[in-house]
């Protein structure tokens, strides 16, 4: 009945999402050290989580002798620094996300974990939201059929730390910080096993005068002939537009993650109120606020998973390799979005072999059923295809 | 860091939730023994959550040498029993809702805890809904004024358990059922502290052939003016109907707990799918599946307090206290369906004084401003009420 | 193919919105005279529409010589002194909401134009929105059942003209400005025939410093047993709030008029803009308008009613007699505000009888099915009713 | 005050659609004439709308000596004979979308109206719906900014007549059938003076057993930077889906006019109902119904601004021009879809010249402020960025 004690590299944004998750309701695990390239935010940090130690020793927090297990909760380009040296350490890590920078770079991760034999999560937090779990659930299950398309949009303001603009030290812009998110959850949806085959991407830099795009488009080819889509910006007005959207051969799935998720709130100007949700834009009129954040974008649901997988001995949701494939499909996007053609996946797959979707068309009479139709007087009409011909047809039946 | 050691007395639908809950995510609390009236529903409930042992002895369970909490998830009829008993053994104890099947019996049960001087929380999950918890520290922080009004709506197409039915076991039909949540709720938005003063109720039986009401209204006049009104219902048809409404003198507040959340799913029938969500009709067409059900209703956030408080030496954010005002108010809620008239709440009031709802006018050269509206070329029109004659007038004035 | 050549009286926003309607799309109908009391509001109008004529001289306008229909677009005040101008003068008319302050003063108006023998339509426009006129089709097509319960809201932060806020002008606060509207939609889906037997309203005024009620709540049992609830108020926060809903025993609809419509907008502080809607509060940050209002708001729908039953000879949707019934329904309110008792409706009932709700339980092996209900695996739930017995019990069967 | 005199060619769908418009609400246009290839269907239509006259000559009924207008309502591959036909008759006409099946059949139809000097216009209903309409009068206040993205969705399970699916009749799939409405709804938002300058195109045939796309994505860049994006599909379940999102540098925009518009019903299986909507899939459960749909599909709006521009001698909102240019988008889809290249618009362009989208940036002591975000306590975070340096660092400041 014993929780993890918990060595946490970093103090921003994401780190206080990770503690305040990992501390939240009953939980029985703790923080035993922070981590923080500067002793003033290692302290505030300390205290605000009331976490025993900070310490500004990357070596000293991640061979803590009282803990088991390393969040590396750093900004991109120190990833891969931090993770050979949990490798070394020989403790179950967790990352963020991206893994890393380039597909590259994770690749090396993967496989620095991978030579020593420790347990490596990926904190792929969007993937675990309670809506997208339970929604892949009802897809495995077969409530929609086949996968046809997902889209997948996480689009906001802007970034709330400065480093994030740096593409020096991220690796891009919204790609890099939100695309990821994306690729995942289409993945999800697609099939963790199903190949993303190629990628065609358009960046541009319309607003924010940084190097990198602020926003950027990009369709996902998959080997069973679904097609991903994702929409990512740090341009959007409204707060932070959280969407997703499946389409299966029998049914369809929308997620609102964010902006309309069931709380409406209307502030008259000067009446008082705050903080509404993370990257809202104005504290009075008509708010969207979010119930328990940290649920909702998934935190709670990741450390279970984690945990368990850890405890259990087996693989996690969200492993290094699936933030390698995610690397690889951004890399792609990158590539196609300067060179303005389809661009494959570059990856080492493991993933195995999906077949085309499937769909045996209903037939009537001798001919192909394209389509079936309820009538304002109940009966059905149908179009039909005569395979010789290839003349179409319609006819009114009885329903039912 | 060690949690608690539960003996859960009760093995109906509520006990499933509350176990599901305590044992869910990283929690560091376990039901230690379950006691069932039956020894298979006992022996089944002990399996399905991994539970050291049931009995059918009360007794044995509640004072089971290594549980420090009971809680009591058993028929309203046997509430007052199960109280007095964890009295007597002076552990802490969790009540489920309501808590009483009249004022009278919650009394007594209020009673027995404050003689005895042990730790009582009640388990009024709804109050504790992540929005809602949001909604009334919003409320609080004074972001939509003085609530003047609000609505709480609980409808379904009646209950799963049989007991539920039948009156002699519960104390009544839906507003025993469900109207103890909207009443707790309202208050939590009226203000605790908000004497509920009398209520107006309507009740009817109007489609299922039991003794009890299947629909009622009903309104409630606090002391400072807000109006309280609920509607609940074994009658619904669609699913689960859980929405409130809080209007304020500068704001709005509108919560969806489970039909509208920001998750939509079209399933074509025969596609797959199964189980929606609690109380859903069907499982084909468009369905409203709620992401995490344990804790959108509330459970987690709720065990979360009452623990934090039972360790903390501080009140639970819901007492026994207020399981007896809510059966106060249903109280009267019968006696005016009865009587059609209003009726007292009759409590012994422990809640202070509330003042009128207050709304200083704004004045404008002399005359009060009624209300000040935005023309479509932006300037501002002032209803005007000069207070010697009583007559009213309008005025186009500069914007901003 | 020829039009109607209208006489309108009145010049204010409402007598803005049916001009607008009269003359828009493309209609063959035209406001050929306006009266006002006021001259220049009068040719101001006459210049905002292009109407040819603008008079001062209201037996000039109603005995206009061109026009064949007379709209009375009046204050309340107003109505029945020129409702028996246009029965003397023996044109059709139609006459704005409310119809009369009182029943006795409706009552009079009706026996007015019944005496003349003139055709007599009743401009309630929220009945005839093109979703009400759906959606009570559909409820009697059977889509719902048999009702039980409608809600009925319409609430804004209060009215646009200094004269609404008189109660001498008018006859009271927002149960006459809006309960009127909600008292035609719950008839509407209650069943026009459906006697409205009682009422019990409560009614504060919370906010305003005015000698009316600003909030009321009103219930309103019909001879079937089906309840009718309504809220208004003109101290609602966030713009116009038009909601409708409607409870039956085999369904549900929820209408939203005017708040949530599928047009959502956001909208940075200073970005332009303007008008967004009618009693929108703000022209920044998320707002909603609506299509096209006039249309939404059931104006278009209305007229082309009126006017086709008058040229049918036929009776319109909305009459005289509803305006009177609608009448007695908010005197009764105001007598129940002030009694705090259940109130008879008193009215000269021209409706017939309907019969209670019906609702023959199915049977399952010589017991009362209470319930079914479809579990996870798909099997289904029965609660079963023992009639002999009163006992209760539940048992598992095959789904579907 | 006199109306117009219709010769209608066509008795599909779109023409029940259309005629149901011109003959609707208190209209004073007519159908004069009904054309249909069938004599069958031509009696029927004729009886249906009550139109005096039905005929299968096509001239006849072109050059009808009573009628003023011809509407083209006939399948796509009829057009150009039809517009030709119109265009020696020397009256006013107005064309069903998309114009042509390519763009030189567009283009030679629209020479084919300029030499003969006629008056000729667009029917693209969607671009008038009364949500659009007002939407992008809005844009064009400003109240967005500058427009960076717009997104058009149109799907559903598939069209309703035979013909529609054989490409040889249409020229294609739902790029045809639903994308042209898509384009000019992009346009709309984009500029209509905004140079389409290339298209990406995904297309795929996932589900039909045809020959043609059944789904398809693609992506329009316009000179401004603005990208277009829309998605069209003859899969979708669910009923049908269509929706628009603009994004603007100071603003957001969602359209939804079918499936969530305010209007919500469940029906339990077997309670009655009926129709819906168009492509509704589903008789019971959820059903979400459109209040009046040829107001909210824009017929209504599109044929009293067609026939003012007619008689106030002015272009109409949507030309042959218009239909010109989605055609040329729409050849470069189908190019860009078989190239899996980035393919230029090949248009001859009329609209002018439109500038980089624009945004000159905030600047706080001497940077750049790339972002201002709102604390939870108030205050402002900027994300300020050093030109010389292309450093970026955050700054807290004083809020409001």
Same mark, same amino acid.
């Given at each position: 009945?014993?929780?993890?004690?918990?060595?946490?590299?970093g103090?921003?944004?994401?780190?206080?999402?990770y503690?305040?998750?990992?501390?939240?309701?009953?939980?029985?695990?703790?923080?035993?050290?922070?981590?923080?390239?500067?002793?003033e935010?290692?302290?505030?940090?300390?205290?605000?989580?009331?976490?025993?130690?900070?310490t500004?020793?990357?070596?000293?927090?991640?061979?803590?002798?009282?803990?088991?297990?390393?969040?590396?909760?750093?900004?991109n380009?120190?990833?891969?620094?931090?993770?050979?040296?949990?490798?070394?350490?020989?403790?179950?890590v967790?990352?963020?996300k991206?893994?890393?920078?380039?597909?590259?770079?994770?690749?090396?991760?993967?496989?620095?974990?991978?030579?020593?034999?420790?347990f490596?999560?990926?904190?792929?937090?969007?993937?675990?939201?309670?809506?997208?779990?339970?929604?892949?659930?009802?897809?495995?299950?077969?409530?929609?059929?086949?996968?046809?398309?997902?889209?997948?949009?996480?689009?906001?303001?802007?970034?709330?730390s400065?480093?994030?603009?740096?593409?020096r030290?991220?690796?891009?812009?919204?790609?890099?910080?939100?695309?990821?998110?994306?690729?995942?959850?289409?993945?999800?949806?697609?099939g963790?096993?199903?190949?993303?085959?190629?990628?065609?991407?358009?960046?541009?830099?319309?607003?924010?005068?940084?190097?990198?795009?602020?926003?950027?488009?990009?369709?996902? &080819?998959? !080997?069973?002939?679904?097609?991903?889509?994702? +929409?990512?910006?740090?341009?959007? %007005?409204?707060?932070?537009? =959280?969407? $997703?959207?499946?389409?299966g051969?029998?049914?369809?799935?929308?997620?609102?993650?964010?902006?309309?998720?069931g709380?409406?709130?209307?502030?008259?100007a000067?009446?008082?109120?705050?903080?509404?949700?993370?990257?809202?834009?104005?504290?009075?009129?008509?708010?969207?606020?979010?119930?328990?954040?940290?649920?909702?974008?998934?935190?709670?649901?990741?450390?279970?998973?984690?945990?368990?997988?850890?405890?259990?001995?087996?693989?996690?949701r969200?492993?290094?390799?699936?933030?390698?494939?995610?690397?690889?499909?951004?890399?792609?996007c990158?590539?196609?979005?300067?060179?303005?053609?389809?661009?494959?996946?570059?990856?080492?797959?493991?993933?195995?072999?999906?077949?085309?979707?499937?769909?045996?068309?209903? &037939?009537? !009479?001798?001919?192909?059923?394209?389509?079936? +139709?309820?009538?304002?007087?109940? %009966?059905?009409?149908?179009? =039909?295809? $005569?395979?010789?011909?290839?003349?179409?047809?319609?006819?009114?039946?009885?329903?039912?």
């Amino acid at each position: 009945m014993d929780g993890h004690r918990i060595s946490m590299l970093g103090t921003g944004l994401i780190g206080d999402f990770y503690t305040n998750t990992l501390h939240g309701e009953r939980s029985r695990d703790r923080v035993r050290v922070v981590y923080s390239r500067s002793p003033e935010r290692g302290e505030a940090f300390k205290e605000r989580w009331d976490i025993p130690e900070s310490t500004t020793d990357l070596d000293a927090a991640i061979e803590h002798p009282e803990t088991d297990v390393v969040i590396v909760a750093l900004p991109n380009f120190l990833h891969e620094e931090a993770i050979a040296k949990v490798a070394k350490a020989g403790k179950a890590v967790l990352c963020t996300k991206p893994l890393g920078r380039t597909a590259a770079e994770a690749r090396r991760m993967l496989q620095a974990v991978e030579d020593a034999g420790i347990f490596a999560g990926y904190l792929e937090d969007l993937v675990y939201t309670p809506k997208t779990l339970k929604a892949a659930a009802a897809v495995e299950a077969g409530a929609i059929g086949d996968v046809t398309w997902v889209r997948s949009r996480e689009t906001h303001p802007g970034p709330h730390s400065a480093w994030f603009w740096d593409g020096r030290l991220t690796g891009g812009g919204p790609i890099i910080d939100l695309g990821c998110h994306c690729i995942e959850i289409i993945r999800t949806f697609a099939g963790k096993g199903n190949r993303p085959v190629e990628v065609m991407c358009h960046t541009d830099t319309l607003v924010h005068p940084i190097a990198d795009e602020d926003n950027a488009i990009a369709l996902i &080819r998959f !080997e069973s002939g679904a097609m991903g889509q994702f +929409e990512v910006s740090w341009t959007f %007005r409204g707060g932070m537009d =959280l969407r $997703d959207e499946v389409a299966g051969t029998h049914g369809t799935i929308w997620l609102n993650h964010f902006l309309r998720t069931g709380f409406e709130m209307f502030s008259a100007a000067g009446a008082g109120g705050g903080y509404v949700a993370e990257k809202a834009e104005t504290a009075a009129g008509w708010l969207f606020p979010v119930g328990d954040e940290v649920s909702e974008l998934g935190y709670v649901d990741m450390f279970t998973d984690q945990f368990a997988a850890l405890e259990g001995g087996t693989a996690p949701r969200e492993t290094f390799y699936d933030g390698y494939v995610v690397n690889a499909v951004m890399d792609a996007c990158y590539r196609s979005a300067k060179s303005r053609q389809w661009e494959p996946v570059d990856v080492e797959w493991r993933g195995g072999v999906t077949p085309r979707i499937s769909n045996e068309p209903e &037939r009537y !009479e001798g001919q192909v059923v394209i389509k079936r +139709e309820i009538l304002p007087d109940g %009966r059905h009409k149908l179009i =039909l295809k $005569d395979e010789a011909s290839g003349d179409f047809s319609d006819r009114v039946v009885a329903g039912g």
